[in-house]
T-cell receptor, first 115, second 114 residues
């Protein structure tokens, strides 16, 4: 079974630009969550999508947005990039069973550098 | 508001000894507590979890203990191996209606010295 796939793995942008990151979940997983990892901050929850609808959102500005497609693939977008947006962006999928065990399957992440 | 706290940024342990990683939380509504392990250039991988109604869960060399009254959990690794060297994230899940929000700590970097 293929794991969670994130593209691109690495990218460099300049301040003010926008970026789109892509995530393909494990086959059969319908929930996709996004996290931002920075040194000293751990993994910060961005949002979760299920059945093409955002179900939960973290404390990030509106410049951070996402969407999910009918095949469960997800994208996240960051507009008007700032230096502080430099981070590893992790996507995680889960089968989203009735019981919320919190077990997530992560991709390898997209490393964004903003210059 | 950091609901899951890992106060030790790093830990060094000799191979064969016990590694104890600690975590505190503030939200009494969490349903599950989990530990994830992360190697450089890889995504975190699930290691072990415990339900909020239990106080211990064991899986091979890994044991997680939960003390609800103290809002504290710990991960014990016995015996520690060099391959265990990684960043360990404590996490907690909770929410109504099946919403999948997992809150993570900032991580503890474990180094197992051969």
């Amino acid at each position: 079974k293929a794991g969670v796939t994130q593209t691109p793995r690495y990218l460099i942008k300049t301040r003010g630009q926008q970026v789109t990151l892509s995530c393909s979940p494990i086959s059969g997983h319908r929930s996709v969550s996004w996290y931002q990892q920075t040194p000293g901050q751990g993994l910060q929850f961005l949002f979760e999508y299920f059945s093409e609808t955002q179900r939960n959102k973290g404390n990030f500005p509106g410049r951070f947005s996402g969407r999910q497609f009918s095949n469960s693939r997800s994208e996240m977008n960051v507009s008007t990039l700032e230096l502080g947006d430099s981070a590893l962006y992790l996507c995680a999928s889960s089968p989203r069973r009735q019981e919320n065990t919190g077990e997530l399957f992560f991709g390898e992440g997209s490393r964004l550098t903003v210059l | 508001d950091q609901q899951v706290k890992q106060n030790s940024p790093s830990l060094s342990v000799q191979e064969g000894r016990i590694s104890i990683l600690n975590c505190d939380y503030t939200n009494s509504m969490f349903d599950y507590f989990l530990w994830y392990k992360k190697y450089p250039a890889e995504g975190p991988t699930f290691l072990i979890s415990i339900s909020s109604i239990k106080d211990k869960n064991e899986d091979g060399r890994f044991t997680v203990f939960l003390n609800k009254s103290a809002k504290h959990l710990s991960l014990h690794i016995v015996p520690s191996q060099p391959g265990d060297s990684a960043v360990y994230f404590c996490a907690a899940s909770g929410g109504s209606g099946g919403y999948q929000k997992v809150t993570f700590g900032i991580g503890t970097k474990l180094q197992v010295i051969p």
